[in-house]
């Protein structure tokens, strides 16, 4: 991954490849031409303070995301500026907002790929500007080439390496706070983009047992302690959902179950994660042009596993427990079929009306697992339904929970992180939808409303008095359009940073 470097050295006279400058959409009283942003004053002045002049005719506008590369000015050691859109100019008495600077400098790191070094000369008004840039840069320098020939890759035949170095000028490197924000942005990043690594991994490769070995093995080297339960543990102890998905794959499901605990702890955070490492629909198989990207289908499992190692990496003063709810859901004569009925962990029975709604099956029998230690809370991950992509499009998740509260204190946690997402209801009236003559529940109801009627069901599975929340991140999970922002194609990481912060909420005492 990317170094990073917080520097107080001059711009002109620091030995790299290219600065990283900010510039901003004009104001309502100087419309179209870009506005230079602080940090850049000492390249604007060494263009005679007409930067702007030369960057609008360029065709730069200070665009969010839009990147314009020029000569650097005689007398810099670095031989070329890079400037970066911050989008619309902030208030007079506030600075550039943390998500802004986030995409500016995971955009500018995109553009470096192939650089050793670069200076990022952007607005840094506080430690936590310092954190977001850093964020950005990791995240937008990320690139996932471990099934590509590497002699090719260093070629360029395949790409360029990620951008080598990165030193954020206007830091402070003996100030505790921006040290702090910056070790907060590189342990968090480097968690993310492992999980980005799951996620882009091919199917083949990574199928439930091959998942919990990472587990097991990143478990180990930051001291949480996990627990596997394979096939024969599973059927031992009636975990029927998780098995009944799992049923018609020669790779066995798994259920992994990671701690964290911290001795100054008074809050328990739990996390589920849907894991189907690929989902072809099972007996209910999915149509051409839907398979492909189905690798995918573990995101919510790959965000609950690095959101744990990231909270035992940040020494977070709160409990958390993952649970990883691992199958692979695949066609053959063992499959679970269309009417069956299978006994959940909880003893709850539920009819199956369509496979290819299984990852409200395996969340069951973990959240049901979850509920059992009693904590504080519940929030699960899963890339759960195509209604909710329909609702919210394909970058913002959906957010439903059993209490108003704790769904508006993730919401916030999930606007603090930068990640867009919104708050779902759960309509009592579609919960009659999945009433069986069979069963006690069915795992599919009415068609409309589909995204909070799979939100209703995990609901039964919750233990009584839990407060719990939900998370569908079926849309932003795998972006399967260009690269925008710090955001790459393929596995984005989604619902990591929400978590994370999350968890040092409760840390801070913030969730009741």
């Known amino acids: ?112 790929a192939g650089t050793k070094k670069a200076a990022f000369a952007l607005p840094l008004a506080d430690a936590a500007d310092a954190g977001a840039v850093a964020e950005g840069v990791l995240l937008g320098a990320y690139s996932f080439d471990a099934y590509k020939d590497q002699g090719d890759a260093k070629n360029g035949k395949n790409g ?9 000028l206007g830091g402070k490197p003996r100030d505790k706070a921006y040290k702090a924000a910056v070790e907060r942005a590189v342990a968090v990043s480097e968690e993310l983009n492992r999980a980005r690594d799951l996620i882009n991994t091919p199917p083949n490769d990574l199928n439930p047992e091959a998942f919990a070995a990472v587990a097991q093995t990143a478990a180990k080297e930051h001291g949480i302690k996990v627990q596997v339960l394979d096939e024969k543990a599973l059927v031992k102890g009636g975990y029927g959902g998780i098995l009944g998905v799992g049923a018609g794959s020669a790779s066995g499901p798994r259920l992994v179950k990671l701690s964290y605990t911290s001795s100054k702890a008074k809050k328990h955070l739990a996390l589920v994660g849907k894991g189907i490492t690929y989902d072809s629909g099972g007996i209910s198989l999915k149509p051409a042009g839907h398979n492909e990207t189905m690798k995918c289908d573990m995101s919510g499992a790959a965000a609950v596993f690095a959101a744990v190692v990231a909270a035992a990496r940040l020494g977070l003063e709160v409990n958390v427990t993952g649970w990883l709810a691992l199958a692979e859901n695949m066609p053959s004569g063992s499959a679970t079929r269309p009417g069956d009925v299978l006994r959940m962990y909880s ?9 290819d709604a299984e990852g409200r099956l395996v969340l069951a029998d973990a959240l049901w697992a979850a509920s059992q230690e009693k904590p504080d809370a519940i929030v699960d991950v899963a ?25 508006a204190a993730v919401h916030e946690a999930a606007e603090e992180a930068g990640e867009p997402a919104w708050p779902m209801p759960l309509p009592e009236h579609l919960r009659k939808g999945m009433e069986s003559s069979t069963a006690d529940i069915a795992n599919m109801g009415e068609r409309m409303g589909g995204g909070l009627v799979a939100g209703l069901f995990l609901r039964e599975f919750v233990g009584e008095g839990i407060t719990w929340a939900h998370l569908d991140i079926a849309g932003p999970a795998y972006n399967e359009g260009g690269p925008f922002g710090y955001t790459p194609k393929g596995g984005t990481g989604s619902a990591v940073r929400t978590l994370v912060r999350l968890a040092e909420r409760a840390a801070a005492g913030e969730l009741s």
């Open 1 to 112: 991954m990317t170094a990073l470097t917080l520097s107080t050295a001059a711009v002109a006279g620091l030995r790299a490849d290219a600065i990283v400058i900010g510039v901003a959409k004009g104001s309502a009283s100087k419309p179209g031409g870009p506005v230079v942003a602080p940090g850049a004053e000492a390249v604007d002045q060494a263009y005679d303070g007409n930067l702007a002049g030369v960057l609008e005719t360029l065709g730069a506008s200070g665009a969010e995301g839009e990147v314009t590369k020029l000569p650097a000015p005689a007398g810099f050691k670095a031989p070329l500026v890079v400037a970066v859109g911050l989008g619309s100019q902030p208030g007079k008495d506030s600075g550039y907002d943390a998500e802004a600077l986030r995409k500016a400098a995971g955009a500018a790191a995109r553009a470096l």
């Open 160 to 168: 360029k390496a990620p951008l080598a170095e990165a030193a954020l």
């Open 347 to 355: 003893g709850k029975t539920v009819e199956v009306l369509n496979t």
């Open 383 to 407: 890339t759960l339904t195509g209604a909710m992509m329909l609702a919210l499009g394909s970058r913002t998740f959906g957010i439903m929970a059993n209490d108003d509260a704790f769904r």
